[in-house]
């Protein structure tokens, strides 16, 4: 059996026709992507909330959420900004169960105690805090103190805004069975709240 080619000048009008009729057609839609979207904030942007003070406390201040799911979708990373902490003012003794975080203080001198390790840190140190560690932060300088806080998941804002409100809200009084449910919805625990430790 003999095999016969096409003549070379089909063979092209057949390549450029199948050429041709790729490209008019038109180019597949890609799939949606959901997902984060880039964010641009000044120092004072964000969703600014004000802590609902315990019974007694006066004036615990605020804080500022500016990555989360809700603000601009981001699945993989949380920061929080906590301006002016006033001289002496703590952050309990807590562990995450769920993020890993980390801390960088921006101003003043904040005494960090993580796991087995205790030291004063100044503007432009920081904290890493591995999920499961205990962690807790306190003012022991003269002046305000700022810090900011990034997660490296999702989750713990949602215990942030159970212990707050949106600024332009009077703050109500938490309790301690609020608190305790705040700490459930965030994957938090904290050492004197009577909450059960996971890890024992």
């Known amino acids: 059996m003999k095999l016969t080619l096409a003549p070379l000048p089909f063979l092209l009008l057949l390549a450029v026709f199948v050429a041709h009729s ?3 057609r038109p180019p597949a839609t890609p799939p949606a992507q959901a997902g984060a979207t ?13 802590w609902r003070p315990e ?4 004036d ?11 603000a601009n979708g981001s699945q993989h990373l949380v920061l929080v900004t906590e301006e002016d902490m006033p001289p002496g003012a703590a952050i309990p003794t807590h562990k995450h169960l769920e993020q890993d975080e980390i801390v960088l203080i921006e101003k003043g001198i904040i005494h960090a105690h993580v796991g087995n390790q205790e030291r004063d840190l100044h503007a432009g140190g920081m904290v890493f805090i591995p999920q499961h560690t205990w962690v807790s932060l306190k003012n022991t300088g003269n002046e305000p103190a700022s810090i900011v806080g990034i997660f490296s998941a999702p989750g713990f804002e949602d215990h942030l805004r159970c212990e ?10 938490i309790s301690q069975a609020e608190e305790n ?20």
């Open 181 to 200: 449910e705040c700490d459930r919805i965030g994957h938090v625990v904290y050492r004197d709240r009577g909450e059960k430790d996971p890890d024992k």
């Open 22 to 24: 790729n490209s008019t």
């Open 55 to 58: 019974p007694g406390e006066v």
């Open 164 to 173: 707050s409100v949106p600024a332009g809200e009077k703050p109500t009084t």
């Open 38 to 50: 880039p964010l641009l904030l000044e120092k004072n942007e964000g969703e600014t909330r004000l």
């Open 60 to 70: 615990p201040g605020g804080f500022i959420l500016k990555v989360t799911p809700k």
